[in-house]
């Protein structure tokens, strides 16, 4: 398969073959990586839970978004850039593991929520989102839809670092 | 730190029945992981919050008074939480984390962090930057305590 191709190719890059083969780069990159995570993770819980009308209602939701989300793209360009080496150094192998596969169709499902929120009723939110007044419900459903794939992508990235060697190989 | 008590004390754990059961059921270390990463994503982020605020650099519109009863319970929250699944973490592989110098780093550091947030309600840069490396520090010496 033309993809399990290009997989093997990613693995002998030089920057793989050195992230694999280096004791500690791994796990320094890994650990930017959970670092990055929980910014992002935390930040868009913050807005989420302030969608889904829980907390920090004293401030106007777009004053709260204006707050958060730079730190969440910020930790979101990490996350990405520090997956794409630790993916690079085993790429078939993770490429292979469903739960890595889960983590992604959470990830995907958490973009499209994010786009159609804002897209629809994230567009008004200047006048339903003043402070201390009550969310729309197509709001309180995207913060909650955004809360649990979050959760998911946090839950699956954990579970493919206990399952990656046991994975059985796709031919 | 590793002492012979220390390590008599890890074997004993290991062998207790609710040990054996942890290692047993294989779904248990990485549920109680997940809700561990969840909960200090509730404090890395809250502590983010507070900190940009006492840099002056988000929120500067609101008083420093509502920003820290917004986000500082969080943390206190959040800290049982850690404590209850870390306390599984170490039941399951006492060995791998009490006896290990990453994982005593990490209580040092705890430690110092608590003092610190605590003291986060006092208007000052250098508490701000002292609590955000001290909880990056913890974080860093979490995952590491898989490699040592």
């Not at chain 1, 959970?34 to 004053?63: F, H, K, P, Y």
């Not at chain 1, 804002?118 to 003043?130: D, E, K, N, P, T």
């Amino acid at each position: 398969m033309e993809i399990d191709a290009l997989l093997r190719a990613l693995e002998a890059t030089s920057v793989a073959t050195v992230i694999r083969e280096n004791e500690s780069l791994f796990p320094w990159i890994e650990s930017l990586h959970v670092l990055a995570i929980t910014m992002v993770i935390g930040s868009i819980a913050i807005v989420d839970l302030r969608l889904i009308g829980l907390a920090s209602l004293e401030r106007a939701a777009a004053r709260l978004t204006s707050d958060v989300l730079p730190c969440t793209w910020a930790a979101f360009a990490g996350a990405v850039i520090t997956g794409s080496l630790l993916f690079s150094s085993n790429a078939f192998n993770y490429a292979h593991n469903s739960y890595f596969q889960a983590k992604f169709v959470c990830l995907c499902l958490a973009g499209i929520n994010m786009a159609v929120f804002h897209l629809g009723v994230g567009r008004a939110i200047a006048r339903w989102g003043a402070a201390a007044q009550t969310t729309p419900l197509p709001a309180r459903i995207a913060g909650a839809a955004s809360l649990l794939l979050w959760i998911g992508v946090v839950a699956f990235g954990r579970w493919t670092g206990f399952t990656l060697h046991a994975t059985p190989l796709v031919s | 730190m590793r002492t012979q008590a220390l390590d008599r004390f890890c074997s004993w754990l290991e062998q207790t029945p609710l040990s054996q059961a942890i290692q047993a059921a294989g779904w248990v270390v990485p549920t109680v992981q997940t809700i561990h990463i969840l909960a200090i994503a509730a404090v890395m982020s809250s502590v983010l919050m507070l900190d940009l605020r006492l840099l002056g650099m988000v929120g500067r519109d609101q008083p420093l008074e509502r920003v820290t009863s917004r986000f500082r319970p969080v943390i206190w929250w959040a800290l049982p939480i850690l404590l209850a699944t870390g306390v599984v973490m170490i039941i399951g592989e006492p060995a791998r984390s009490l006896a290990n110098p990453v994982f005593q780093l990490k209580m040092l550091l705890l430690l110092a962090a608590i003092a610190v947030t605590a003291g986060l309600h006092k208007d000052s840069r250098i508490i701000a930057i002292l609590s955000l490396s001290l909880w990056v520090g913890i974080v860093f010496a979490g995952r590491w305590i898989a490699y040592y």
